[in-house]
């Protein structure tokens, strides 16, 4: 399992990151942020695969991927 978080202030809302989930679990909030734009979230973490994908596609680097190792 993984942990996604976004850094909603600086996020543009560009849709990137949604169009590059596998997982199809990311989605533009309907809150708008501080910038006018609506921020990216998840809606589904327990199905985040911990990819990373969507933070690697980010052009504002405002997605962080933390993926929980399983113990031995």
Same mark, same amino acid.
């Not at 679990?25 to 809150?31: D, K, Q, V």
């Given at each position: 399992?993984a942990?996604? %978080?976004?850094?909603?202030?600086r996020c +543009?809302g560009?849709?990137? @990151?949604?169009?590059?989930?596998?997982?199809k679990?990311?989605?533009?909030?309907?809150?708008i942020?501080a910038?006018g734009?609506?921020p990216a %979230? *998840?809606?589904?973490?327990?199905k @985040?695969k911990?990819c990373?994908?969507?933070?690697?596609? @980010?052009?504002d *680097?405002?997605?962080e *991927?933390? +993926?929980e190792? +399983?113990?031995?």
């Open positions: 399992m942990t996604v %978080t976004f850094r909603e202030e +543009k560009c849709e990137l @990151c949604i169009a590059v989930c596998p997982e679990i990311i989605i533009l909030a309907e809150h942020n910038m734009f609506h %979230t *998840v809606v589904e973490m327990d @985040c911990g990373a994908m969507c933070a690697r596609m @980010c052009p *680097v405002v997605i *991927v933390v +993926k190792e +399983k113990p031995a």
